[in-house]
């Protein structure tokens, strides 16, 4: 009985030993890396869901990961600046991927300072193909004897970015409505990418002023806005202020889920849905 169990155990061994340990910043990065990398990898995301990107502070836990991982995807998200340094000192042999090289920033709505640029890069379906393109080279450079599998999922998900990419076209062609309501100006690659605009109610990273939102509500009445995009990590007050005087509805939906396809077709449905009504 041990004679044929030994050679099933050490197989299940030789898996689960060889794959690779792998970090990213963020739960959308972690979607893109699961569906190239398979089974192959290990995953750790260090910014959690509900949490910001902007501050956030790794755990000990996350730490620890850390100091084994063979792969860091940055993807240009805040907390990286001060933290990346320092995950490199924790572990030497750690190799920082830059998933955001050869995608064009664009500074983000309603910002006064400047040169700051929207990280919120992942949430256009073309961006989302230079991302993962970007991470399976690495992984092909570190795991040559996997080259066909991460080629293959590549292929795999450009097609899947293709299909995103006509759905959202698709649906939002019939409407005539191209401005939308956001709390924080998330959605500017989103906009960009489909003739849209969004509108921030958020000035500069704070929240409004009596007089500035008598201003948006007048501008959402202007352009017959009728749905306020808010994410669950930020208060909704001054969304839900603003709804009430407009007769619209404040629809939750975080750039930060990790399943990006699911995301996209949400805003997108909730767009061309306020259109309808």
């Known amino acids: 009985m041990l004679k044929k169990a030994f050679p099933l155990f050490l197989l299940f061994s030789l898996v689960v030993w060889g794959k690779i340990n792998l970090a990213v910043s963020i739960a959308p990065e972690a979607f893109i890396v699961e569906k190239i990398a398979s089974n192959l990898a290990d995953i750790t995301t260090i910014v959690k869901a509900g949490s910001s990107p902007h501050t956030y502070e790794p755990k000990p836990s996350e730490m620890k990961a850390l100091s084994k991982a063979k792969l860091y995807f940055a993807i240009g998200v805040e907390f990286e600046k001060s933290w990346l340094k320092r995950f490199k000192d924790l572990n030497p042999n750690l190799q920082i991927v830059h998933v955001d090289k050869n995608i064009t920033k664009y500074p983000i709505s309603n910002d006064e300072k400047k040169g700051h640029l929207d990280p919120h890069i992942w949430l256009d379906p073309i961006n989302l193909k230079i991302i993962a393109k970007n991470i399976s080279d690495a992984l092909i450079a ?77 501008t959402a009445q202007k352009n017959n806005i009728k749905v306020i995009i808010a994410q669950p990590e930020f208060s909704t007050k001054s969304a839900t202020i603003i709804a009430n005087e407009i007769g619209g509805k404040v629809i939750k939906v975080s750039p930060m889920q990790k399943n990006i396809v699911a995301n996209l077709k949400k805003i997108t449905d909730t767009i061309a849905q306020a259109n309808r009504e």
């Open 142 to 218: 570190v795991d040559k004897d996997n080259k066909a599998i991460y080629e293959k999922n590549l292929k795999k998900f450009l097609n899947e970015m293709d299909s995103l990419d006509n759905y959202i076209k698709t649906t939002l062609s019939p409407i005539t409505i191209r401005k939308f309501l956001v709390f924080h100006p998330s959605w500017g690659y989103y906009a960009r990418r489909y003739n849209l605009e969004q509108i921030a109610i958020e000035i500069a990273g704070k929240k409004p002023k009596p007089k500035e939102l008598i201003s948006i509500i007048k």
